[in-house]
């Protein structure tokens, strides 16, 4: 299957890795059968890469039911999409339908789904935020004209999941390991080990992600490796993830621009971390 430049990511994450693809593409391995992303988050490796075969998750579930919906749905979400406006008003008044969570469950998938793109192209800074109910809580962007429908992308995602063999988790990561066979390829991209005391950002999925969850992952990773299976893990270069995986595992130090602080002047490049198990 040709690669579809028009595949690409629909909504805008935190820790959105369309930054790192030239380092990432870089240490792909050179043969593999079946692709997994266990953090799918935004899915811009996914979308990069377009395996033929691939098994995806993500815990938070308004994501993933996106996800489903662009592929069995996509018709009804674009037309679901173009009732939204791009106002204050209204922009708080569906943001604040989770709040209600009788009313919220009445919607359908589909207005579900369409709710939180719309959420997602209009809120500030595309920030996709929840509290430690599981609201959405990003504020509204104020954006001329926020690309809300995108059609194009959606249709090109909705074909490349209808012409692929992939499956759908919204699980904790670990799930995944029982799909997977001796030839699989495994991409990790956990919420980051925080870089200071201030700038931990764990809130696109109620709960979190400390460092006791960092050493889990780190035994998963082991369990990949004693198994076979070919990861690749995305990280800060914090002292912790570095010291974690020094042992065991290669790894690189790269450049990444990342752009979610609120303060454009503290924006910039920081340090992150490719630990690999494999040769290229």
């Known amino acids: 299957m040709k690669r579809n430049a028009l595949i690409s990511p629909v909504v805008k994450w935190v820790g959105g890795k369309r930054q790192l693809l030239p380092a990432i593409n870089k240490q792909l391995p050179k043969k593999y059968n079946y692709y997994c992303e266990p953090f799918l988050g935004g899915g811009a490796v996914l979308f990069n890469i377009q395996p ?10 308004e994501l993933m039911n996106v996800y489903e919906v662009i592929k069995f749905n996509v018709d009804e979400l674009i037309l679901d999409l173009n009732k939204h406006e791009n106002e204050s008003d209204y922009f708080y008044k569906m943001r604040e339908l989770d709040r209600d969570k009788k009313r ?7 207005e579900k789904a369409s709710r939180i793109l719309y959420l997602n192209k209009t809120c500030f800074n ?5 509290n430690n109910a ?3 809580n990003t504020p509204f962007g104020r954006y001329k004209n926020p690309n809300i429908i995108n059609e194009e ?6 074909a490349y999941f209808n012409n692929v063999e992939i499956i759908f988790y919204n699980e904790d990561y670990q ?7 001796k030839n699989s390829f495994v991409y990790l991209d956990p919420p980051y080990d925080p870089v200071s005391d201030t700038s931990s950002f764990t809130g696109y999925n109620k709960g979190g992600f400390n460092r006791e969850e960092q050493i889990r992952l780190k ?3 082991d369990e990949l490796n004693d198994n076979g299976i070919k990861f690749l893990l995305s990280n800060s270069a914090t002292d912790f993830i570095k010291k974690l995986y020094k042992e065991d595992y290669d790894y690189q130090i790269v450049k990444a621009k990342r752009s979610i602080n609120s303060v454009s002047s503290k924006r910039g490049q920081i340090d992150e971390i ?3 198990n494999y040769e290229n």
């Open 126 to 130: 595309g920030l996709f935020r929840v």
């Open 153 to 158: 992308t959606l249709r090109a995602v909705n």
């Open 219 to 221: 035994n998963f990773c």
């Open 52 to 61: 033929k075969k691939a098994i995806v998750n993500d815990l938070n579930s």
């Open 134 to 136: 599981g609201e959405f």
């Open 175 to 181: 799930i995944v390991r029982e799909s997977l066979k």
């Open 104 to 110: 919220y469950n009445e919607l359908s998938n589909v």
């Open 274 to 276: 490719l630990v690999k």
